[in-house]
Antibody, heavy 119, light 111 residues
Framework: EVPLVESGGGLVQPGESLRLSCAASGFTFNNYWMHWVRQAPGKGLVWVARIDGDGTSTNSADSVKGRFSISRDNAKNTVHLQMNSLRAEDTAVYYC????????????WGQGTMVTVSS | QSVLTQPPSASGTPGQRVTISCSGSSSNIGRKFVYWYQQFPGTAPKVLIYKTDQRPSGVPDRFSGSKSGTSASLAISGLRSEDEADYYCAAWDDSVSGNWVFGGGTKLTVL
């Protein structure tokens, strides 16, 4: 059983929207902060957003603030990333990752889902 | 432009000790823990070091982390061919709204 599985990536045009999902299994989902981290082709890791265990606290990177929003459904063990007004520079593999509450490390990662923004 | 600065590349021969630096500021490395991640091509990252100098179970003690002021380092001793990968440092940044920041990554080549 794979702990984190992302879905929802694809090819969209600039200005369009996309919603990514990350299904979690094998752990008590609502005990963990969940994050999205992205990686443009051939580039480094960039943190995107995070949400606390009960979904009441969120933070996001300045580069996506006002365009992306993170949410979670603890009944379905799923975290989402709603991406609006997409730009070419949002093209990347998007990883869902779990933050361990003690070490504060991103200790489990999904396999990633590719988002391509191009006309 | 990453908030944390790493050299783009590093190299060493098998058995050598190599270090990878990560430079930040007072709002991140200077007052927060540092984390190191290892990533192989086409795969998700894996945590190597947490809370600056702690190793998760399963990570060989050849890997070690340290910090001094606003800079951190990852040291790999007894270099092996399977250590060839990309390495990223990360830290929480306290400035303004607060967010996690990563270094640009260092590609380690084992010659």
């Amino acid at each position: 059983e794979v702990p984190l599985v992302e879905s929802g990536g694809g090819l969209v045009q600039p200005g369009e929207s996309l919603r990514l999902s990350c299904a979690a299994s094998g752990f008590t989902f609502n005990n963990y902060w969940m994050h999205w981290v992205r990686q443009a082709p051939g580039k480094g890791l960039v943190w995107v957003a995070r949400i606390d265990g009960d979904g009441t606290s969120t933070n996001s990177a300045d580069s996506v603030k006002g365009r992306f929003s993170i949410s979670r459904d603890n009944a379905k063990n799923t975290v989402h990333l709603q991406m609006n007004s997409l730009r070419a520079e949002d093209t990347a593999v998007y990883y869902c990752t779990r933050e361990d509450p003690w070490s504060e490390a991103f200790d489990i990662w999904g396999q990633g889902t590719m988002v391509t923004v191009s006309s | 432009q990453s908030v944390l600065t790493q050299p783009p590349s590093a190299s060493g021969t098998p058995g050598q000790r190599v270090t990878i630096s990560c430079s930040g500021s007072s709002s991140n490395i200077g007052r927060k823990f540092v984390y190191w991640y290892q990533q192989f091509p086409g795969t998700a990252p894996k945590v190597l070091i947490y809370k600056t100098d702690q190793r998760p179970s399963g990570v060989p003690d050849r890997f070690s982390g340290s910090k001094s002021g606003t800079s951190a380092s990852l040291a790999i001793s007894g270099l092996r061919s399977e250590d060839e990968a990309d390495y990223y440092c990360a830290a929480w940044d306290d400035s303004v709204s607060g967010n996690w920041v990563f270094g640009g990554g260092t590609k380690l080549t084992v010659l």
